[in-house]
T-cell receptor, first 114, second 114 residues
Framework: ETGVTQSPTHLIKTRGQQVTLRCSSQ?????VSWYQQALGQGPQFIFQ???????GRGNFPPRFSGLQFPNYSSELNVNALELDDSALYLC?????????????FGPGTRLTVT | GDSVTQMEGPVTLSEEAFLTINCTYT??????LFWYVQYPGEGLQLLLK?????DKGSNKGFEATYRKETTSFHLEKGSVQVSDSAVYFC?????????????FGTGTRLTIIP
């Protein structure tokens, strides 16, 4: 059974640029959630995708957007990067229905905005 | 809104000491409760969970009991090892959102010294 994978591992971008982060969900999982973890903080929910549709969004501006593909992999896109976007971005997959209660996290992508 | 408050760190203990990390929550309804662990340079791993009041979650010698009356989910271990050094996050998942958004505490860094 393959776990959740994310790419790239690390990324350095300049303020104002755009970035795309990728996530492959665990085999059999149809739900992907994205979280932002600033240094020394707990993860903050960005949004969730269930069967290619957005299924809930946290308190993040519209320049944070996402996609889920038919194979349930997912992308997180961030436009007009700001310095405060520097963080570890975590992807988690789960079986969305019936509620599985368990989310399996990938290792994360460390984004640095300079 | 939902929130999780956990014990400030860092916590430093000697090997074989007893561990308690406090966690309290605020939520509407009856959330599911979780403890996640993050080892250096890695993503989050689910340590244990409880989905209803008075449930006890346990794994790898760690335990936590869902106490609705005190809105708490304290993590305990009777005898810690050096390998338990990590950051521990308490989290909840509210039942009525239609998604499995996790709300995390700020994390408690645990260091075990030989």
């Amino acid at each position: 059974e393959t776990g959740v994978t994310q790419s790239p591992t690390h990324l350095i971008k300049t303020r104002g640029q755009q970035v795309t982060l990728r996530c492959s969900s665990q085999s059999g999982h149809n739900t992907v959630s994205w979280y932002q973890q600033a240094l020394g903080q707990g993860p903050q929910f960005i949004f969730q995708y269930y069967r290619e549709e957005e299924n809930g969004r946290g308190n993040f501006p519209p320049r944070f957007s996402g996609l889920q593909f038919p194979n349930y992999s997912s992308e997180l896109n961030v436009n007009a990067l700001e310095l405060d976007d520097s963080a570890l971005y975590l992807c988690a997959s789960s079986l969305g229905t019936p509620r599985s209660y368990e989310q399996y996290f990938g290792p994360g992508t460390r984004l640095t905005v300079t | 809104g939902d929130s999780v408050t956990q014990m400030e760190g860092p916590v430093t203990l000697s090997e074989e000491a007893f561990l308690t990390i406090n966690c309290t929550y605020t939520a509407t309804g009856y959330p599911s409760l979780f403890w996640y662990v993050q080892y250096p340079g890695e993503g989050l791993q689910l340590l244990l969970k409880a989905t209803k009041a008075d449930d006890k979650g346990s794994n790898k010698g760690f335990e936590a009991t869902y106490r609705k009356e005190t809105t708490s989910f304290h993590l305990e271990k009777g005898s810690v090892q050096v390998s338990d050094s990590a950051v521990y996050f308490c989290a909840l998942s509210a039942p009525d959102f239609g998604n499995e958004k996790l709300t995390f505490g700020t994390g408690t860094r645990l260091t075990i010294i030989p």
